[in-house]
């Protein structure tokens, strides 16, 4: 099963509307402020928690209900990180939120702040000699323990251009193998695009389809949430979603001067 075909364009998130259990007294040296909150969505009410570890600055959201999070066509990470930022905003907007809080929220955003500068630029496949034998070893002793026995491959060329749908990979598993597109070698690619395209058709091996109400799903959050600890997750994704229609085209062949004039004649002939 391959990746998702298509990739729509980014739609926002509709998380619902919150309202937060009211907030109990906190001592001056509380190491973790709490508060439960209750979202309606779509006529369904879902209970929650957000945690806020004042000493750590970590921030841990959590949907009781974990079918809350079937709305989303996105990953189980990205879900949660728009909805950690959204509670957390919508929390200091509370008149009766204590004082220590805003200090560690100010404190959090100068770190998001610094984090964001550091976050790498987006390697480009030009400057890597790529294998992909090597680029499967490496995810697997990093990610996965060196548990995945598949035999990894490039799918064949294909010179026509493509009219509705870019497929990056796509893993057989009676047969053990993943097939990268071949397009992806070309050197306009960041290397972390090639990268999550590999560990996605890894990670349908470590999480295989499931079967829920008759249907047999391959990304389900589980994958989703195994696919997302990929360390330029978020960087490869967002590179996709704006760039995908360039990989629709075949790969551009070099032409050489000299060579055009046979190349014409054996058209004609
Ligand atoms: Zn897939």
Not at 149 to 161: E, M
Not at 205 to 221: F, L, N, S, T, V
Request: charged share 30%; hydrophobic share 35%.
């Amino acid at each position: 099963m391959g990746k998702p075909s298509t990739i729509t364009p980014k739609k926002s998130l509709r998380f619902g509307s919150f309202v937060f259990s009211p907030s109990r007294e906190v001592s001056k040296n509380i190491k973790v402020y709490s508060r439960l909150f209750r979202c309606r969505k779509d006529g369904f009410d879902y209970m929650g928690q957000i945690k806020i570890d004042l000493q750590n600055f970590v921030i841990k959201v959590e949907v009781f209900n974990k079918n809350y999070f079937d709305y989303f066509n996105s990953s189980l990470n990205n879900v949660t990180l728009a909805l950690k930022k959204l509670l957390f905003t919508k929390l200091l907007l509370e008149k009766s939120v204590p004082e220590i809080l805003r200090e560690t929220a100010f404190s959090l955003l100068k770190n998001n702040a610094i984090e964001r500068k550091q976050s790498p630029t987006l390697d480009l496949i030009k400057d890597h000699k790529v294998n992909l034998k090597e680029i499967f070893d490496k995810l697997n002793t990093k990610y996965f323990k060196s548990e995945i026995k598949a035999t990894i491959k490039w799918g064949k060329k294909v010179n026509k251009k493509n009219l509705t749908s870019f497929r990056f990979g796509s893993y057989d598993a009676k047969k053990q193998l993943i097939r990268i597109h071949p397009r992806l070698q070309q050197d306009f690619v960041p290397i972390s695009v090639l990268e999550l395209t590999v560990y996605h058709e890894m990670c349908h091996q470590w999480a295989p389809m499931k079967r829920e109400r008759g249907m047999w799903i391959a990304h389900h959050p589980q994958f989703k949430e195994k696919e997302s600890e990929y360390s330029f997750y978020n960087e490869a994704r967002s590179w996709e979603k704006e760039n995908w229609k360039k990989l629709m085209r075949p790969i551009r062949k070099k032409i050489i001067p000299d060579k055009v004039s046979t190349l014409s004649k054996k058209m004609r002939s």
